[in-house]
Each structure stands twice: as structure tokens, then as C-alpha cells.
């Protein structure tokens, strides 16, 4: 078993994060610090679970759902848990594949407009250069 401890000014260095994230994510009762006075103490554990709370974040999961991942985890069972992240997992990528896609048009599109522009830029400035020319 990992006995190290982290401060959360470690943490924060370590992830990048606020503190307030910190203690955001501690009122939300994903991650439990004890405490030393004022001081709160962060377990291995607690540094694990901020590891795949950013993860889930990044991956675009609510709080709710990461929650639930975690909630879930069971060192002697994680089937269930296994079977839910690979259901959660493959939606979000298909949201990711339907989001690339509306980019792709967008952008398609926003390419054409710009060609569209330009061509009309070229003309206006070639009408331009043969009025100062006359």
C-alpha cells in the first residue's frame, strides 16, 4: 500500500490546477483529504483520483459521471465498472465523431467563403489600381 501524502500546493504544482479546484472537487465528495489542523493532507488515493478526475474532465465527462466511475470502483470487482466506462467511452466518441464532422463542413464552408472573398478582393483592387491608372 502507497503511504505517501501530498499537500495541496503539491498537488496543484503536480496538475496545474487551483487549489479551489481542489477543494471544489473535495465538496463534491470526489476526493476526501484528511486533515491536520488547517492543513489538508492528500492520501496516494486521493492523488489517483484527481489523475482520472482531470482525465474525465478532459475527455469531456460531467462531474456526475466521473462520480459514477468512481463511485463504482471496487479493487475486488470492477466489471461493472469496466463495463460502464467501455459504454461511456464509446458514446463520447461518437459525439467526438459527429463534433469532427460538423467541424469538418464548418470549416469546408468557411474555406469556400474565404475563397469567395479573396476573388472579390482581387477584382475590387484590380478595378482599384485601373481607376488610378486612368
Known sequence: MDN?????RQLTKEFSVSARTLRFYEEELLISPTRRGQTRIYSARD???????????RMGFSLAEIREFLDLYNPDSDLKQLLLAKKKFEERIRTFERQKQDIDATMTELQSTLDDVNVQLTVRQAKAAAKGKS
Open 4 to 8: 505517501r501524502t501530498y499537500t495541496i
Open 47 to 57: 492523488r489517483a483520483r484527481v489523475i482520472l478526475i482531470l482525465r474525465g474532465r
